[in-house]
């Protein structure tokens, strides 16, 4: 079989990251993908950027068709504004100080500002200004697509070499197949033979009224010796494979399903044959049909 030209298809496996930055805000994503039936996301923001999930997600959904992603993104904002301290709450930790080492029977002094600073709700939350909203959600959707767009080459990358690898099992599936194809004579013949055999000791022992049945179980076992139809299923199955790698894409789900029906009629060209070369080439032929579901999991 002539070697096909490949087209462009993406492993589920890949690795991207991504940056932003404007004169209000940075943000970076980190996105790793493997192996899932469809596609999963799980993305991880900061807990005051929560409203950016819903976007974030539909980019991924339009650049990637399937695989389990996972990513986080960080932000950093440039521009803010300075704290405020909240002097409620260090009034109410210097009252509980003092309480504190009162109940405590400890030397009574006051705590440095410094200290009093550092402690849990010791400033305001700032408010955050419209501008710099929309300049958090500017750099975060840059980030994500250039992320998205370094994990999609890196997919394509992982693609290509499998690719590569299941041409090169295809290949060799279709050179058992014509050796099989080229044995079914040789195996039909020597069928009818034993069966010649078989049939001249079985009519010296038989009745004439039990000629019908016979004649009926030798044309059943006739049909079974013969696995022409099955050999030209496979060759179609096989013509369809190499069509989904000409053509690329997102051919994960569809060669999968091929792959399944190769399977089934490896199997019953298996059942049907007795014949010890053609039965070598089936135990080949299921081999390479494993090792290609293995690879095919792989792709998107």
Do not use: C
């Amino acid at each position: 079989m002539a070697a096909t030209a490949l087209g462009m298809i993406a492993s589920m496996t890949g690795y991207g990251r991504g940056a932003a930055e404007n004169a209000h805000a940075a943000a970076e994503v980190e996105l790793r993908s493997v192996n899932g039936k469809g596609l999963h996301l799980k993305l991880r923001l900061p807990s005051d950027r929560l409203e950016l999930e819903a976007e974030l997600e539909g980019l991924a959904r339009s650049a990637v068709e399937r695989g389990s992603i996972h990513g986080g993104l960080r932000v950093r904002v440039l521009a803010s504004t300075a704290p405020t301290p909240d002097r409620t709450a260090l009034a109410a930790h210097l009252k509980e100080w003092r309480r504190t080492q009162k109940e405590l029977g400890l030397e009574s002094h006051d705590p440095t500002l410094s200290e009093l600073l550092a402690l849990p709700g010791a400033f305001l939350t700032a408010s955050e200004d419209v501008k710099t909203t929309r300049a958090v959600r500017a750099v975060s959707k840059a980030a994500m697509k250039s992320a998205l767009n370094a994990l999609r080459e890196s997919r394509e990358r992982e693609g290509a070499r499998l690719a590569r690898e299941l041409q090169r099992l295809l290949k060799k599936f279709s050179s058992h197949l014509a050796r099989t194809e080229k044995r079914i004579p040789r195996a039909i013949a020597n069928a009818q033979s034993r069966m010649q055999e078989r049939v001249d000791a079985a009519l010296a022992k038989v009745g004439d009224y039990e000629r019908l049945d016979l004649t009926r179980e030798l044309i059943a076992l006739a049909d079974r010796a013969d696995v022409r139809e099955e050999v030209a299923r496979l060759h179609m199955h096989l013509g369809g494979l190499n069509e989904l790698l000409e053509n690329g894409g997102a051919i994960g789900r569809e060669f999968d399903f091929l792959l399944q029906e190769v399977h089934r009629e490896v199997t019953t060209l298996g059942s049907k044959s007795a014949d010890s070369q053609l039965s070598e080439q089936v135990v080949s032929m299921k081999l390479l049909t494993g090792q290609l579901k293995e690879q095919i999991a792989n792709v998107e």
